[in-house]
């Protein structure tokens, strides 16, 4: 069955370090997204990009988040000057022309 | 507007039982609602998901229920094993590659 897949599994960085996240979406999906999950909460949706821009994001994804698609396989998430409170597990995911969402098994981001 | 409510928070039940969810939602331009099913350390997994232009619908021992009129949707588990030990989170969404929207999450416990 076709995956998601998000490297690194864990990364730990100091506070105001920029850190890149990496996903590998299914090959023949259209669209692509990054989740948050901060610990015992619930999946907070904070961007969706289509045709190489951003197509929806939301309140959390402000100026220190940015994504790109650099190639055809990768798909990143970068925060730019990270704070005590991006730590999350960040879920990279993504649909086809449908609304079948498949997630990626996350990056846990522990900022120290 | 962009809410999704679920409740309970936390669900304990005998083996064999029938687990009950509940969420609903405001947003009438929601037109698909997926539940998930999440293991600790893991990405959330598509469990089974309904279109409002349908009231039911079932796969294995999962079984959606919809009411569009009330904006209510349920999961119903049958005969709950112990391997259905895990955390359930309801979504919603418009169309295709837009953001699914996760209501909060229920942890469930199956005993044996």
């Known amino acids: 069955e076709p995956e998601v897949t998000q490297t690194p599994s864990h990364q730990v960085t100091q506070m105001g370090q920029e850190v890149i996240l990496r996903c590998v979406p299914i090959s023949n999906h259209l669209y692509f997204y990054w989740y948050r999950q901060i610990l015992g909460q619930k999946v907070e949706f904070l961007v969706s990009f289509y045709n190489n821009e951003i197509s929806e994001k939301s309140e959390i994804f402000d100026d220190q988040f940015s994504v790109e698609r650099p190639d055809g396989s990768n798909f990143t998430l970068k925060i730019r000057s990270t704070k005590l409170e991006d730590s999350a597990m960040y879920f990279c995911a993504s649909s086809g022309s449908g609304n079948g969402y498949t997630f990626g098994s996350g990056t846990r981001l522990t900022v120290v | 507007q962009q809410q999704v409510k679920q409740s309970p928070q936390s669900l304990i039940v005998q083996k064999g039982g029938i687990s009950i969810i509940n969420c609903a939602y405001e947003?009438?331009?929601?037109?698909?609602f997926p539940w998930y099913q999440q293991f600790p350390g893991k990405g959330p997994a598509l469990l089974i998901a309904?279109?409002?232009?349908?009231s039911e619908k079932k796969e294995g021992r999962f079984t959606i229920s919809f009411n569009k009129s009330a904006k209510q949707f349920s999961l119903h588990i049958m005969d709950s094993q112990p391997g259905d030990s895990a955390t359930y989170f309801c979504a919603a969404s418009r169309q295709a590659g837009t953001a699914l929207i996760f209501g909060k999450g229920t942890t469930l416990s199956v005993s044996s």
């Open positions: 309904i279109r409002p232009d349908v």
């Open positions: 947003n009438t331009a929601f037109d698909y």
